[in-house]
């Protein structure tokens, strides 16, 4: 039986999105492809909220991780972390010598503008790095805050963000908040298979990534933009066209949509599924300032078994996740993203309730 994914990703894909992987190959170097990459990348920056080149990556949204850090670091990056994915990204640089500190939040909390002020006050670094939706904690950071911050404070500093988890669930304005890389990737908010990343980077990043003389090949983002300045478009790599043609249908759907009524979807669904919690459990995150609008962490304070609870969902055709990393046991999580309805939250809450005999 399939079952319905209400997990940090991948999600449910739509079939008819699903069935767009399916278009039969064209050559990635001709102008067919050109076109498709130049209309995808077109209606990116629309999502984006940004005027700054769209990148694609046949990769996860890690690829674009470890290129944003490694590329743009000439002095030294500061990774905020307020979970595994921040953890994530101070790993990448430690593993390619790239220097960096890690400045972590108590669990459960966010990282906030005086924090980043304490650490670039100190003239140490020219990077830093902020998960925007931590999906291991439920936390959304205040990505716009930060980035007045950096703008009126520390303009040299280059401001990269992962927003893996919330692109096209949250209202990201890319351009306004000064993001300089912004990474993103296509099986969770945009309701896609795994395996595409999207990224935009600016003149500067770019600029600064010039000066930094071992970047990589693959995800060398110096080489990813001057190919498709130079190119019309076109990648160094081949690309995948499969995920491309079904990117290219959902952007449409996406725009056809509304991007204001689809954040506004995600935020719905996010605050019915915050009331439940509350009424039933607790939320991992305490401050509501901070929840994120596509994924709800709870604290398991029934101590139920999340595994024993999607055997029962499995055969109910649902499937929720387990916490991560150390909150395994501690917490689960219910995703609420991409082009899921208020009316599929309910019904897998519904189902939930009678699993566990919840009123």
């Not at 906030?112 to 830093?128: N, S, W």
């Not at 300089?180 to 945009?190: F, M, Y």
């Not at 929720?320 to 046991?329: Q, R, T, V």
């Not at 309910?346 to 919840?358: A, F, S, T, V």
């Amino acid at each position: 039986m399939h079952k319905k994914l209400f997990i940090p990703g991948p999600v449910d894909v739509r079939e008819d999105v699903l069935l767009k992987m399916a278009t039969p190959q064209i050559g990635h170097r001709g102008k067919a492809a050109s076109a498709l990459q130049r209309g995808i990348s077109e209606k990116m920056k629309k999502v984006f909220q940004t005027e700054n080149t769209i990148i694609l990556s046949t990769s996860s949204g890690s690829g674009l991780m470890e290129a944003g850090i490694r590329c743009c670091t000439r002095k030294r990056a500061a990774v905020f972390s307020v979970g595994a994915f921040g953890d994530r990204w101070y790993k990448m640089a430690k593993a390619n010598g790239v220097p960096a500190d890690k400045i972590s939040s108590v669990p459960g909390q966010p990282t906030t503008v005086a924090m980043v002020d304490e650490a670039l006050a100190t003239g140490k670094y020219d990077v830093i790095t902020v998960t925007h939706n931590e999906t291991s904690a439920g936390i959304m950071n205040p990505c716009g805050e930060i980035g007045e911050l950096l703008k009126t404070k520390y303009p040299e500093v280059l401001y990269l963000v992962d927003t893996v988890s919330s692109m096209g669930g949250a209202d990201i304005k890319v351009d306004q908040w000064g993001i300089d890389v912004c990474i993103t990737s296509t099986q969770k908010c945009l309701g896609l298979p795994a395996g595409m990343a999207i990224c935009s980077v600016s003149e500067r990043a770019i600029a600064a990534a010039r000066q930094v003389e071992n970047r990589g090949l693959y995800f060398d983002l110096v080489e990813l933009y001057d190919y498709i300045q130079s190119k019309d478009h076109q990648y160094p790599s081949t690309p995948s066209l499969s995920h491309m043609f079904a990117l290219d249908y959902q952007l449409d759907k996406m725009l056809a949509e509304g991007l204001e009524k689809r954040f506004a979807r995600h935020i719905e669904m996010a605050e019915y599924v915050r009331a439940w919690g509350k009424k039933h459990f607790a939320l991992f995150v305490e401050d509501e300032k901070y929840l994120s609008n596509t994924l709800t962490t709870m604290k398991n304070t029934k101590e139920i078994s999340v595994g024993d609870l999607n055997k029962k969902l499995a055969e109910r055709g649902f499937e929720i996740s387990n916490g991560y990393g150390d909150l395994k046991d501690k917490t689960f999580r219910i995703s609420h993203m991409a082009d899921y309805t208020l009316d599929e939250v309910k019904e897998l809450l519904r189902n939930i309730d009678e699993i566990l005999g919840l009123e």
